[in-house]
């Protein structure tokens, strides 16, 4: 276990599975949480959808990879994939410096926004962390 | 008899050590209801003189090529394998490592492979390589899971052409996950009728030089296969010819993949041989096998390492792009070293010379009137019709001739037809003579 | 007592194809005595290629150099100490090749006619005989290429089995968490759904934990015994009870057969079907990662779905047997790794039943004497006695900013080549270790000053440790750059 606090900014909301998600108006942002990164280590391989395909919550969208390890991204919320962070795919390394700016992944619009309330605040995730990592 | 080295006064001393009486003690989780109390039935043991006069009375009961005149082919090829491939392949720092997870002290396979790859890519005209796979026929059918899982469909057309072993194989491999295979057959001169694939084919898999030794249309089967949004699959059974004929790459194909038996493998009653596979770089994330990559160490200095390995079983386990976790390593030494020897004329010339070879042949059975099924051209090996086969090969058999792979072995309609190999190991006496026994 | 390992004199060595110059000479091609033709005009011009570029041009002295300059960058049995756990690294012995190489043998084509290959079928069979003896099953097939071939047809023929019954809903296979990665792979392969289950706390699979999870879709357990952890799986015949009376079967990773020659055979534990990995228990070369050859021994209730060709003795003569209606059908495109299964034979002909006894005692006594040597300075996850290979941790190097790894990378500037790493995934920074019967106490006492010393400059000098190692031909590879940017052929760059 690593004994660095992890970054969780408080404007996102998580899903146990590691994912964060940012309001932006209409849309929301979707990413990997700095404790995901850091798990993961270097991370050299995102594997991105197409745009305009249709998500349910929980689904599987995309790949991350790092020299040993291999995680799924799962949808936080139901939407459709407005945008992809296509510089991934050349700078998967964006992933490891900066999980919550240059490193997000997906935009989407939700099906319904009301969805958030079932995700974890940044003071639940990190309870979330600190359960995990103290095991 | 055993190779272990313990002296009695050590086995004392270690089992002090552990803190037990007896080497039995050892094993006290096994419960005493599963412990075997008879020793096994098995045959007495012998030593080295022993075992050598064992093997080699055994030996002596099967026809060897290097003593019969042979014409056999048909996916495994007697060649010419240079002195120094059994030289270099026998040193145990190759042959008694393991695979090369630890880089820095397996640079030698690493680095080897690296080059078997590249050698891969040159002949197939393709852009990577993996680092090997059992045989052809498996190098088959995980050409045609890649293209199902690249085009996320199930349906594979095959030519009737590939290799019926390997064909046997693929629909083994396929039908776990739900693939259908649907068999486009061969015009009268013997190439596929690849215009008869249907829609949603995930591939289309034609073998060229294909079974009965026609060399196909290539170029004609990726055409057709992309105009219906399917993957090219180039398969080779023999593959000295990618020496000499336009690469699957070059013609359009996705996917090369085949058996590298010709490069310096020992015919081996089948085995160990390498089955190769190459593709395009964009679909290198859905390539089984292992991949050794070019990096750098912590000085800076060149170095190989393997890479890509989150396809594999060992990381992705049940989502692994396949099973496999070997490679045929020391197969792949000894196609690299065979390579490396014969080199770019050597390699040209020995084709060169089947082609010849096969030519000389054909005119000869042909002069003899024997009937030749299939006109399409040939690399080094061709379907001749001989009437009255069975009893022709009995007397071939006789003469200590193996005259080839009678193919009413794999299916009735071929009921005399012969398929005759002849490589750059075959002497024109011998060609003579065949024709010979086959008429006469 | 000195460590082996020492720096001597080591050669650069370029690619191939940098060292290629045009013109040069390969190896002497001489002519046939055929009249040459014009590929073109025999084939197509457009058949024809021009040339294979950039293939490499180089004298036979040349590739000799290369080759045993490469060879000498490599870490083999015949080198040193080879403690890597779970791939029975043991001695392979010289005469094996040399009976491979018999041209009786390797100079034999595939598709001879059967009166022309009776010798190798006689010894096949004596194989097959020799697997179902030492495994307490029926029936044998060597045509598996490798043991997760043998894992692929293994799971294919339960699942014939299952089908021929009627039995159709059996979709999910259930595997311990200390498994080999290939084993869902190959449960995967075979379209079936993998289902996890955690072993106890004493590191091996619980019945009642089993008993959960089993039920009318069960279509096996997949076991490995012993596990991963070199513990005997002690419950299995209650797993096996557990496992059948849910109606499915019992498939065995032979992986760890070393520990159970003369010992215990699987056919009595309840196991039905097992695969052998000829490369681990019975000494074949591994070559720098295979060949291997994988055979699977079945329970005469699913010799019915035995892959094609099976050979069959009829009197004196034996016979290839195609005709096999609930076959699953072919697996090798001939009979398997051929000149591998004999080296194997060979072996089990040079051991005899006590030498087979001699090999299990002997590997279970230095797997115990590591772990006895070496508990006091590396964590054991488990406090039992090991079969034939134990697992210690970096649990208390750590705590100097030392892992696995680095113990991993230290341990080959003292010449020996590091245990198996990180597996079983279970087991946090586990070092896997597998000394097999062929090494002697001196031996293993060099390995474990050694692995003492290292733990002692994890305490005083970590950056020995963690900066290891320096005496192979290269350092520590970067292998994040390898796979974001991967190269993987050579190319001219000008």
């Known amino acids: 276990m690593k004994d660095h606090e992890y970054d969780i900014p408080d404007d996102c909301q998580y899903t146990d599975s590691d994912e964060w998600v940012r309001v932006d108006g209409a849309i929301v942002r979707v990413g990997i949480t700095d404790y995901a990164q850091s798990e993961l280590n270097d991370i050299v391989f995102v594997e991105l959808p197409e745009r305009g395909r249709q998500l349910e919550k929980g689904e599987a969208f995309g790949v991350v990879e790092s020299v040993k390890a291999v995680s799924d991204l799962l949808a936080p919320l139901a939407g459709e994939i407005t945008e992809v962070h296509g510089g991934l795919s050349e700078h998967p390394e964006w992933l490891n410096e900066d999980p919550y700016g240059r490193g997000w992944i997906i935009a989407l619009t939700p099906e319904d926004l009301e969805a958030l309330d079932g995700l974890m605040s940044a003071a639940e995730y990190r309870a979330h962390v600190k359960a995990r990592a103290g095991k | ?440 | 007592m000195t460590a082996p390992g020492r720096s001597g004199l080591v050669f650069r060595e370029a690619l191939l194809f940098e060292s290629s110059r045009p013109g040069r000479a390969g190896v002497p091609i001489g002519d046939v005595d055929v009249p040459g033709v014009d590929p073109a005009r025999e084939l197509g011009a457009d058949a024809v290629r021009e040339d294979v570029p950039d293939f490499p041009e180089l004298g036979e002295l040349d590739v000799v150099r290369h080759f045993t300059r490469l060879s000498q960058w490599n870490y083999g049995i015949d080198s040193g100490f080879f403690p890597l756990g779970s791939c029975t690294m043991k001695y392979n012995p010289k005469v094996n090749e040399v009976v491979a190489r018999l041209p009786g043998l390797a100079a034999v084509h595939p598709l001879a006619e059967e009166a022309d290959v009776q010798g190798l079928l006689a010894l096949a069979c004596e194989l097959e005989a020799a697997l179902a003896e030492i495994s307490g099953l029926d029936r044998v097939t060597l045509q598996p290429a490798a043991g997760a071939q043998g894992e692929f047809v293994g799971v294919r023929m339960i699942q014939a089995y299952h089908r021929a019954r009627g039995d159709t809903a059996r979709n999910k296979v259930i595997i311990p968490d200390t498994a080999h990665g290939t084993n869902p792979a190959s449960a995967a392969l075979n379209g079936l759904e993998v289902v996890e289950l955690r072993s106890g706390g004493d590191g091996v699979v619980h019945p009642d934990a089993l008993a959960r999870l089993a039920d009318s879709q069960t279509a096996a357990l997949m076991l490995t015994n012993p596990n991963t952890l070199g513990l005997f799986e002690s419950h299995v015949e209650k797993l096996a009870e557990v496992i059948h009376a849910a109606g499915g079967l019992v498939y065995l990773d032979g992986a760890n057969m070393n520990a159970l020659l003369g010992v215990a055979k699987p056919g009595h534990m309840g196991v039905d079907v097992m695969h052998f990995n000829l490369h681990k228990t019975f000494s074949t070369p591994h070559g720098g990662g295979g060949p291997g050859s994988g055979p699977v021994a079945v329970r005469n209730a699913l010799a019915p779905f035995l892959p094609t060709p099976v050979i069959r003795r009829e009197g004196d003569r034996y016979r290839l047997d195609d005709e096999f209606p609930h076959s699953i059908g072919r697996v090798h495109a001939w009979y398997g790794n051929a000149g591998i299964w004999l080296r194997a034979l060979a072996y089990i002909r040079t051991l005899g039943a006590a030498g087979l006894a001699e090999v299990t005692s002997r590997a279970a006594l230095n797997a115990n004497y590591i772990l006895e040597s070496l508990r006091d300075v590396y964590d054991a996850p488990h406090a039992r006695r090991v079969m034939h290979e134990c697992v210690l941790t970096d649990r208390r190097q750590n705590e100097h900013g030392v892992t696995t790894a680095d113990i991993a990378k230290r341990l080959m500037d003292y010449g020996y080549h590091p245990p198996t790493i990180y597996f079983p995934l279970v087991v946090a920074g586990a070092l896997m270790i597998e000394p097999t019967e062929c090494e002697s106490q001196e031996t293993l006492d060099g390995f474990i000053e050694t692995m003492r010393t290292i733990a002692r400059e994890a305490e005083t000098e970590p950056a020995l440790v963690t900066g290891a190692p320096s005496r192979p031909i290269v350092r520590r590879l970067d292998e994040v750059r390898a796979a974001r940017k991967p190269r993987l052929r050579w190319t001219r760059s000008d």
């Open chain 2, 1 to 440: 008899m055993s190779y272990v080295p313990h002296t009695p006064e050590e086995v004392r001393a270690m089992l002090a050590r552990i803190g037990v009486a007896s080497l039995e003690e050892l094993f006290a989780d096994v419960p005493a209801s599963l412990r075997t109390r008879a020793e096994l039935k098995l045959p007495p043991a012998l030593d080295e003189r022993a075992l050598l006069r064992f093997f080699g009375a055994h030996a002596a009961e099967n026809a060897n090529v290097q003593t019969a005149s042979s014409f056999l082919g048909g996916g495994a090829y007697h060649h010419f394998i240079p002195a120094a491939v059994d030289a270099l392949a026998s040193r145990g720092e190759f042959m008694t490592a393991y695979t090369p997870y630890q880089a820095e002290i397996s640079q030698g396979t690493l680095q080897m492979i690296f080059e078997f790859q590249t050698l891969v890519c040159q002949l197939t005209g393709l852009e990577v390589a993996n680092a090997s796979l059992y045989d052809g026929a498996s190098a088959v059918a995980e050409a045609a899971l890649m293209a199902a899982r690249l085009s996320r469909r199930t349906r594979i057309g095959v030519s009737a052409g590939l290799h019926p072993h390997w064909r046997a194989v693929l629909a083994t491999y396929g039908e776990g996950i739900g693939i259908e295979l649907v068999t486009l057959p061969l015009d009268a001169a013997g190439r596929t009728q690849t215009g008869a694939l249907p829609d949603e084919c995930a591939a289309l898999v034609v073998q060229s030089p294909n079974f009965f030794g026609c060399i196909e249309d290539l170029a004609g089967a990726a055409k057709t296969a992309h105009a219906k949004g399917a993957l090219a699959i180039a398969a080779t059974a023999e593959a000295l010819s990618l020496a000499l004929l336009r690469s699957p790459g070059e013609l359009g194909c996705d996917i090369a993949c085949g058996e590298a038996q010709s490069f310096g493998l020992p015919l081996s009653f089948g085995g160990p041989y390498a089955g190769f596979l190459a593709a395009r770089e964009k679909h290198v994330r859905q390539l089984p096998g292992r991949l050794i990559g070019e990096s750098v160490d912590a000085n800076g200095e060149r170095a190989f390492v393997m890479t890509l390995t989150t396809r594999e079983q060992h990381i992705r386990r049940e989502k692994a792009t396949s099973n496999i976790c070997t490679n045929q390593g020391l197969c792949a030494l000894r196609v690299t070293l065979w390579l490396a020897l014969v080199g770019r004329r050597g390699i040209r010339r020995l084709a060169e010379q089947n082609v010849a070879l096969a030519a000389y042949a054909r005119r000869a059975f042909a002069k003899a009137g024997l009937r030749l099924p299939y006109s399409a051209p040939v690399f080094n090996e061709q379907t001749v019709e001989v009437p009255g086969l069975q009893a022709r090969l009995a007397r071939c058999r006789a003469q200590g001739v193996l005259a080839g792979v009678p193919l009413g072995r794999f299916a009735p309609e071929h009921a005399n037809h012969l398929l005759v190999c002849t490589t750059e190991m075959t002497t024109r006496a011998q060609i003579d003579a065949l024709v010979r026994e086959l008429v006469a």
